[in-house]
């Protein structure tokens, strides 16, 4: 596209770089260089099922079967809402179902289960990563002004099982998870927590975005005053989505430029 552009573009654009430069100068000369990267440092948070990847319903079936292996019951999970909500919510819910109690010893051998099918589950399945999401994740991997983390209601196992699986766990550094708590929109100070442990700052709530694919995510962006950004991919639609009022909307992440530009915002 560059080796298209005539001389007039070419000129016009060297314009403006050197305006947007002298503005970054003049910006940047009232404080310390440390200081300036960190104010301008943008942490997104990452939903994993629905959003980076659909699993073909690995992690469904794996619930179902670690419960079975516990419990000794089948459930179709049909009565048990899956998507935006978190392992251990789910858990809870189908222990209290069928009239355990939710122990610390039952969760365990229950997550136990889970993950023992998941790891089976992962390669019998036919998932993928989400339109998008690998050049995407590579090119937001090349800023220095962008901290990518997770913000899951996966097991932090259960989430490097699936991600490992798919080739992206390694993208991220850190996250927030099912095991942190069992309500989603209590994970967002968790994910701040641990940012401002490895970066020393603690990220203003502009400056977070929380990508999810259902409504529970953008309830879990707003407990924390941080932007939603919606993408359309999981069971929710681009319509369903909307009347809970995301910032920013997606079909899916394949115009990598539109994405991109979200996190410009200033
Ligand atoms: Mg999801």
């Not at 993408?231 to 992440?253: N, Q, W």
């Amino acid at each position: 596209m560059n080796a298209n552009r005539t001389s007039r573009e070419r000129a016009l654009l060297l314009s403006r770089n050197s305006r947007a430069n002298a503005g970054f100068a003049c910006l940047r000369s009232g404080l310390a260089n440390g200081q300036f990267q960190r104010l301008n440092k943008k942490l997104l948070l990452f939903d994993i099922d629905g959003t980076l990847l659909t699993s073909g319903g690995a992690g469904e079936k794996a619930l179902r079967l670690g419960f079975r292996d516990c419990f000794g019951i089948d459930d179709d999970l049909t009565k048990v809402e899956i998507a935006g909500r978190t392992d251990s919510g789910i858990a809870r819910e189908m222990l209290a179902a069928h009239g355990f109690p939710a122990t610390a010893e039952n969760l365990a051998r229950f997550f136990d289960g889970y993950l023992h099918h998941l790891a089976l589950e992962l390669p019998a399945q036919k998932g993928a990563l989400l339109p998008g999401m690998l050049p995407l994740l590579d090119a937001l991997r090349q800023r220095e002004d962008i901290v990518l983390a997770l913000l899951t209601g996966n097991l932090e196992r259960g989430a490097e099982l699936k991600l490992t699986h798919y080739g992206v766990w390694h993208y991220f550094e850190f996250g927030a998870f099912a095991d942190d708590h069992h309500d989603r929109n209590a994970l967002g100070p968790f994910a701040r927590e641990r940012a401002k442990a490895r970066h020393g700052y603690e990220f203003p709530p502009e400056n977070i975005f929380v990508l999810g694919d259902t409504p529970h995510d953008i309830a879990c962006a707003r407990a924390i005053g941080a932007r939603a950004v919606a993408i359309a991919t999981g069971k929710y639609t681009s319509a369903e989505l909307s009347a809970h009022a995301p910032d920013f909307l997606l079909k899916d992440a394949s115009d990598i430029g539109a994405v991109l530009k979200i996190f410009e915002t200033p």
